[in-house]
């Protein structure tokens, strides 16, 4: 059995004008292109009340670093009272939405992931002592490398999000 360790989890909310299309274009690309990780989508869903929604994403991002190590980030959007709006940029009118979203994220680090050392009782014994002993400061640098990743993550988004609001 794979032993998970979570290594960062954090949120940040922000509530103001924002496409959420146009956002989750951005968040899907910048997770491809600058932590290449699988992205699988595990949820969608979709509230609509009055001119209201409320939209609900989940992603689990996956990654093998070594045979022995992967890195899987969990994502979670929620969109509450998103609205469609109209605003004027540069002379001309543009629709996109205004409410609040929450993106929260969770960095694990998954060790023995293939399950190679739980065949039997010695070969867990070894790897106890192949992780304290022989590889301690790569998972150090491992648990930095994914705390980073996903604070990067969440400093890109909030960073983009300011920048839409003051368009």
Avoid: P
């Amino acid at each position: 059995m794979a032993e998970k360790e979570t290594i960062f989890s954090s949120k940040m909310k922000y509530k103001g004008i924002f496409s959420f299309q146009n956002f989750y274009k951005f968040c899907y690309n910048w997770v491809i292109d600058e932590l290449d990780l699988d992205i699988n989508e595990d949820k969608y869903k979709e509230t609509i009340t009055g001119d209201s929604k409320e939209i609900e994403v989940k992603w689990t991002g996956k990654k093998d670093v070594t045979d022995f190590f992967q890195v899987k980030i969990e994502f979670a959007f929620i969109a509450r009272a998103l609205t469609q709006i109209e605003i004027m940029q540069d002379n001309t009118k543009v629709k996109t939405n205004k409410g609040i979203i929450e993106v929260k994220i969770k960095g694990i680090l998954v060790s023995d992931y293939k399950g190679k050392f739980e065949l039997s009782a010695f070969k867990k014994f070894l790897r106890g002592i192949y992780e304290k002993w022989v590889i301690s400061s790569r998972i150090d640098q491992l648990k930095t490398k994914l705390a980073n990743d996903c604070d990067d993550f969440l400093s890109q988004a909030k960073a983009y999000l300011d920048l839409e609001g003051k368009r």
